[in-house]
């Protein structure tokens, strides 16, 4: 099956600095999402993104599906950006996770 | 904006009991999923439904069931929970038309003793 890994594993960054996260998946995809989890568990939608570019704010996500990879950017981190972030990829009609990456936003 | 609600956020029930965890949601979506998240194990689907009546197993259905008898509801069943399926639980619906985009529920922590 797919492999979604997601780079790096934990991240821990001061407030104000930028960041960049990862994803590689083993094979083609339909498409492509981003969420954050938050301490309390849920899952918040960051990004659909099957190709291209996109920005929301202080975050925006790069996918270039030919090369398997996305990448999302958060720039000028606050400490309401800590949790876990995961991309997930679709295989037909399954989505599958990444292995997520902690970040830690220290004020 | 879509939203998809869960009827508890922490349940604590004995071994052998018969558990319901419910997921409604109000945007029309057809599909609707069912994950559980474990530590170091990540999310896994353990079942989804295409539409009404409609049900496939995911990667891990066994011990569970669920049922489909309304679009905007869908719900998991622990016919006889045991310990080892403590675990957070997250309901997710999707539209089948234009978006694979998922919305996710806000999960239920469940723990069995």
């Known amino acids: 099956g797919i492999q979604v890994e997601q780079s790096p594993p934990d991240l821990i960054l001061q407030e104000g600095a930028n960041s960049t996260l990862r994803c590689n998946f083993s094979?083609?995809?339909?498409?492509l999402q981003w969420f954050h989890q938050n301490p309390w568990g849920q899952l918040i939608n960051l990004f659909y993104?099957?190709?291209g570019t996109k920005q929301n704010g202080r975050l925006s996500a790069t996918t270039v599906a030919t090369e398997r990879y996305s990448l999302l950017y958060i720039s000028s981190s606050q400490t309401t950006d800590s949790g876990v972030y995961f991309c997930?990829?679709?295989?037909?009609?399954?989505?599958?996770f990444g292995t997520g990456t902690r970040l830690q936003v220290f004020p | 904006d879509v939203k998809v609600t869960q009827s508890s956020r922490y349940l604590v029930k004995r071994t052998g009991e018969k558990v319901f965890l419910e997921c409604v949601q109000d945007?029309?979506?057809?599909?609707m999923f069912w994950y559980r998240q474990d530590p170091g194990l990540g999310l896994r689907l353990i079942y989804f439904?295409?539409?009404?009546?409609?049900?496939e197993k995911g990667d891990i259905p066994e011990g569970y069931s669920v049922s489909r008898e309304k679009k905007e509801r869908f719900s998991l069943i622990l016919e006889s929970a045991s310990t080892n399926q403590t675990s957070m639980y997250l309901c997710?619906?999707?539209?089948?038309?234009?978006?694979?985009?998922?919305?996710f529920g806000p999960g239920t922590r469940l723990t069995v003793t």
């Open positions: 094979d083609s995809v339909n498409n």
């Open positions: 997710a619906s999707r539209s089948r038309d234009s978006s694979y985009e998922q919305y």
């Open positions: 945007m029309d979506h057809e599909n």
């Open positions: 993104i099957p190709s």
């Open positions: 439904s295409y539409d009404v009546k409609m049900k």
């Open positions: 997930a990829v679709y295989n037909t009609d399954k989505l599958i």
